[in-house]
């Protein structure tokens, strides 16, 4: 099966600090979600890129679908965007969404 | 406002005592699923449903059973529950594809934190 790789698995900022978070996958894929997962525990939807760029404020995405990558940039980090970032993927003609292992990020104030 | 709503949010209770978490949501999904989250084992699919009364076993089903009898709640029974079943869990849907290129946002719930004892 298709396997999702996200690095660094741990990164920690100081606020105002820029990051650059990376999921590889290893077959073409259909769909691919970044959700932030907060201290809480609920599950944040930040984009929905199966390929191209888009940007939403202070974090912007890129997928690259036939190298098979994902980038999620983080600009000017608060201690809000703390927590669990995960990238998600479905394999072209399944239904099943395969999540990586995230990336930890702690923003220091 | 679209979202998918979990109940309960939190649940602390004994070993067999059958409890249900239900979920729904507004947006006229098809696809429904259900998740638990562990440390170290990520999130793993329970079981996931296609359309009302189509429903199918994820990684980890064992112990757990679904229903699908409306579009908008796919609940997920806990019929005896175990301590290995303590965890989070968490509701998604997502519309139908519509063609290979043109597939449907997942949107989760909040989570339910169970805890069995």
């Known amino acids: 099966g298709i396997q999702v790789e996200q690095s660094p698995p741990d990164l920690i900022l100081q606020e105002g600090a820029n990051s650059t978070l990376r999921c590889n996958f290893s077959?073409?894929?259909?769909?691919l979600q970044w959700f932030h997962q907060n201290p809480w525990g609920q599950l944040i939807n930040l984009f929905y890129?199966?390929?191209g760029t888009k940007q939403n404020g202070r974090l912007s995405a890129t997928t690259v679908a036939t190298e098979r990558y994902s980038l999620l940039y983080i600009s000017s980090s608060q201690t809000t965007d703390s927590g669990v970032y995960f990238c998600?993927?479905?394999?072209?003609?399944?239904?099943?969404?395969?999540f990586g292992t995230g990336t930890r990020l702690k923003v220091l104030a | 406002e679209a979202q998918v709503t979990q109940n309960p949010r939190y649940l602390i209770t004994v070993t067999g005592k059958k409890l249900t978490v239900t979920c729904s949501q507004n947006?006229?999904?098809?696809?429904m699923s259900w998740y638990r989250q562990d440390p170290g084992l990520g999130l793993r699919q329970i079981y996931y449903s296609m359309n009302v009364e189509v429903t199918d076993k994820g990684d980890v089903p064992e112990g757990y059973k679904v229903s699908r009898k409306e579009k908008r709640n796919f609940p997920l029974i806990l019929e005896s529950p175990s301590p290995n079943q303590t965890s989070l869990y968490f509701c998604?849907?997502?519309?139908?594809?519509?063609?290979?290129?043109?597939?449907?946002?997942?949107?989760f719930g909040e989570g339910s934190r169970l805890t069995v004892l």
């Open positions: 947006m006229n999904h098809e696809y």
């Open positions: 998604a849907s997502r519309r139908r594809d519509r063609g290979s290129e043109n597939t449907g946002e997942l949107f």
């Open positions: 890129i199966p390929s």
């Open positions: 077959d073409s894929v259909n769909n």
């Open positions: 998600a993927v479905r394999a072209s003609g399944t239904y099943k969404y395969i």
